[in-house]
């Protein structure tokens, strides 16, 4: 018998009890003595993305014979025997700096990738391809091995509003405290664990410091997961090992299947085609995105009104602000992720977006100047965290956020951080849109600016000396201004010289004939 072989003998009965099938069940009651597992993290992440509604299709299986060269169908299910899954291993093995082993815990999670959950892995390859370019641009530059681009599937299946049960979130799962040490932001707008760059730079750091600490990537992800100190605990307790698999089992449960899984993740990602699995299509790839730069605090109801695409779309474009808004900050300006060709659209129209804006919000420009602000409060005899929160005009949830409240228990003289509104030196309340009934402009949260004949007339053409001019409403097509008008789509684009890429701004008055 081979060495690996004896090896994976010895471990077969210890990584059976270790994670076995508990890992994978949620029990909700004990049973005959037996204890009671939660549901396996990584499988919950995995979940999460089939409430993701970024995807035109669902699993897509290529014709092709170069992408299927297998010649599966369409339900078809590979399995393989363990010398099968050793073999490929073994050769990846051999290209990484990672220790890439085969053993009954990595074969649980290949079942649970490959086989159970195929079909929300397909969607996790589809964001790859938004994320993943990203994330290797910055794996190179930390001087980072690229297969750690896997970590976040393992980590959020690559969904960056995924929040765990322990208030991890984002792509790479940061705590509240762990991400403020990386200068991860959280406030009641905007939680920079959820955006995809900021967290990536910060996961980077943070690999790059627990290297230099244990100088072995098995262990940089143990203690990825449970914290440094958790693994030195382990090492102690082992007797001063080094390896993982030598002080898996005094590490947390949870840990001790984090490494398998993410060997898992390598393999299964590196073997799609011989497991039949294919990526679902997103709306966009990471080619087809840009950004921008805010100058004006705005929300995501006015920016898919006019930029004319679904609101759906900004907010996961955008993962990182958390109640639809972009808030505006003249220190640190925040940036607004759109697709390609939008973002050429709004640099070419902003001055009349931030004008319509203007128009819509109430209050101005005071609602251009506002800014939130951090402020220290001292805990005072007789307040508790819902009065505290009613003062600040928060929640107790994002109390507990900001400051890491394991309880509801606050004491006189504790210091509290908290985020307010703030113009000048005046908090105010934050502005809530207004919700009015359209008229010929269709529905939505402010009427469209029209002229006071349009207005009074109630009609959508008004007859001018130089001809008829239609002002458009919110949501208003081509097609549906053509309907109103009577006048042809081709005509209305030759009369205002639309070309092939042309923005319809809610307030603009464009002539029909």
């Keep these: 018998m081979s060495g690996r072989a004896k090896w994976m003998s010895k471990m077969g009965l210890f990584t059976i009890l270790v994670w076995g099938l508990p890992l994978f069940v949620a029990a909700q009651q004990k049973e005959g003595g037996l204890p009671v597992f939660q549901d396996d993290p990584i499988a919950a992440a995995l979940d999460s993305l089939a409430m993701v509604k970024y995807f035109d299709k669902g699993l897509v299986k290529p014709s092709s014979s170069a992408v299927n060269k297998f010649n599966f169908s369409a339900d078809s299910v590979p399995r393989y025997d363990d010398a099968v899954y050793e073999a490929r291993l073994a050769k990846l093995d051999a290209e990484s700096p990672f220790d890439l082993v085969y053993n009954n815990a990595v074969k649980s999670y290949i079942e649970l990738y490959a086989v159970r959950k195929r079909e929300l892995v397909s969607r996790a390859l589809g964001l790859s391809q938004l994320y993943f370019p990203m994330i290797e641009q910055l794996l190179d530059k930390y001087n980072i091995p690229l297969e750690m681009k896997y970590l976040c599937i393992v980590e959020s299946a690559m969904n960056p509003r995924v929040r765990s049960r322990a208030g991890a979130m984002g792509l790479w799962q940061f705590m ?9 932001k959280v406030s009641s707008y905007v939680d920079e664990r959820c955006d995809p760059y900021k967290s990536t730079v910060a996961a980077c750091e943070y690999l790059h410091f627990l290297y230099d600490m244990f100088g072995d990537w098995q262990l940089v992800l143990a203690a990825y997961n449970s914290g440094p100190g958790s693994v030195n605990k382990a090492i102690r307790r082992s007797g001063g090992k080094h ?6 089992q005094y590490l947390p449960r949870e840990t001790q299947g984090y490494v398998p899984a993410f060997i898992a993740v390598n393999y299964v990602m ?21 950004t921008v730069k805010i100058r004006q605090q705005v929300s995501f109801d006015q920016l898919a009104t006019v930029l004319n695409m679904p609101k759906e779309e900004v907010e996961f474009l955008n993962p990182q602000y958390k109640k639809g808004v972009i808030p505006y900050s003249a220190d640190v300006p925040y940036s607004l992720c759109l697709p390609a060709g939008k973002v050429g659209s709004f640099v070419t129209n902003e001055q009349a977006i931030y004008n319509y804006l203007k128009k819509e919000s109430p209050g101005n420009q005071d609602v251009v100047a506002m800014q939130e602000v951090m402020e220290d409060y001292t805990v005072r005899k007789g307040d508790h965290l819902n009065n505290v929160a009613n003062k600040f005009k928060c929640t107790i949830y994002d109390l507990k956020l900001w400051n890491n409240l394991k309880t509801n228990y606050i004491k006189p003289g504790q ?3 908290v985020y307010i509104n703030k113009i000048g030196n005046s908090p105010i309340p934050t502005v809530k849109p207004q919700q009015e009934k359209l008229g010929t402009g269709g529905s939505g949260t402010v009427p469209p600016v029209q002229t006071t004949q349009a207005v009074e007339n109630n009609r959508p053409v008004e007859q001018t000396p130089n001809g008829k001019y239609y002002t458009i409403g919110k949501g208003d097509t081509l097609w549906e201004i053509s309907k109103k008008t009577g006048a042809s789509i081709d005509v209305i684009k030759k009369l205002n010289n639309f070309g092939d890429k042309y923005m319809l701004l809610p307030g603009q008055k464009i002539k029909v004939g």
């Design 176 to 184: 509240y405290t762990t991400g403020i040490l990386y200068d991860l």
């Design 243 to 248: 390896t993982f698999w030598e002080i898996a």
């Design 270 to 290: 590196r073997h799609t085609a011989e497991h039949n699995l294919y990526s679902s299509i997103p709306k966009r790839s990471f080619y087809e995105v840009d």
């Design 415 to 417: 210091h509290l951080t």
